[in-house]
T-cell receptor
Framework: GENVEQHPSTLSVQEGDSAVIKCTYS??????FPWYKQELGKGPQLIID?????GEKKDQRIAVTLNKTAKHFSLHITETQPEDSAVYFC?????????FGTGTRLKVLA | NAGVTQTPKFQVLKTGQSMTLQCAQD?????MSWYRQDPGMGLRLIHY???????DQGEVPNGYNVSRSTTEDFPLRLLSAAPSQTSVYFC??????????????FGPGTRLTVL
């Protein structure tokens, strides 16, 4: 149905390593896939987004890939830093409605 | 620009009480929305608006009312609070849609406890 499955729920990496978070969805009409970062006590903030007519998008250390056939999209963070520690949410958008994943708590160990 | 502002930051209610969570944005955004965030469940859309005078339901609208009389303001009303409505509430806004999704800007949230 409408849910977005997000994995893993927690992820610990050593500083400098890469982190990958994956989301799957089932509604093929979804056409917008944003990723948000939420720091403790704050509202979520967009870090990168991708539309359904694009397969990959990169912004410095952050990249998102979209596989429409398999209905999954992933967030890739390279050269992780302690300030990347936060909760990350994926979401899918369709006709003004957004469905969020359940979040991944990323811990970058110094 | 102040961005998206929410008041109050914290609120404690007794079961059956009513209250309004305020949300305002000064970016002239057409789209505004309300979410609730519960542990392990991410953010769930309560109601949204695509412009003044236009509102619609999200995933979890029961127990909540909204109105959009101006572009700037989008209040969320709890008519008779229940313990199940204990949550953190976020308001968000987004630029003109023109048929395309755009970045949502979130407020700092309101932490609501219903006893």
């Amino acid at each position: 149905g409408e849910n977005v499955e997000q994995h893993p729920s927690t992820l610990s990496v050593q500083e400098g390593d890469s982190a990958v978070i994956k989301c799957t969805y089932s509604d093929s009409a979804s056409n917008y896939f944003p990723w948000y970062k939420q720091e403790l006590g704050k509202g979520p903030q967009l870090i990168i987004d991708i539309r359904s007519n694009v397969g990959e998008k990169k912004d410095q250390r952050i990249a998102v890939t979209l596989n429409k056939t398999a209905k999954h999209f992933s967030l890739h963070i390279t050269e992780t830093q302690p300030e990347d520690s936060a909760v990350y949410f994926c979401a899918r958008g369709k006709t003004y409605k957004y469905i969020f994943g359940t979040g991944t708590r990323l811990k970058v160990l110094a | 620009n102040a961005g998206v502002t929410q008041t109050p930051k914290f609120q404690v209610l007794k079961t059956g009480q009513s209250m309004t969570l305020q949300c305002a944005q000064d970016m002239n955004h057409e789209y505004m929305s309300w979410y609730r965030q519960d542990p392990g469940m991410g953010l769930r859309l309560i109601h949204y608006s695509v412009g003044a005078g236009i509102t619609d339901q999200g995933e979890v609208p029961n127990g909540y009312n909204v109105s959009r009389s101006t572009t700037e303001d989008f209040p969320l009303r709890l008519l008779s609070a229940a313990p199940s409505q204990t949550s953190v509430y976020f308001c968000a806004s987004s630029p003109g849609l023109a048929g395309r999704h755009n970045e949502q800007f979130f407020g700092p949230g309101t932490r609501l406890t219903v006893l």
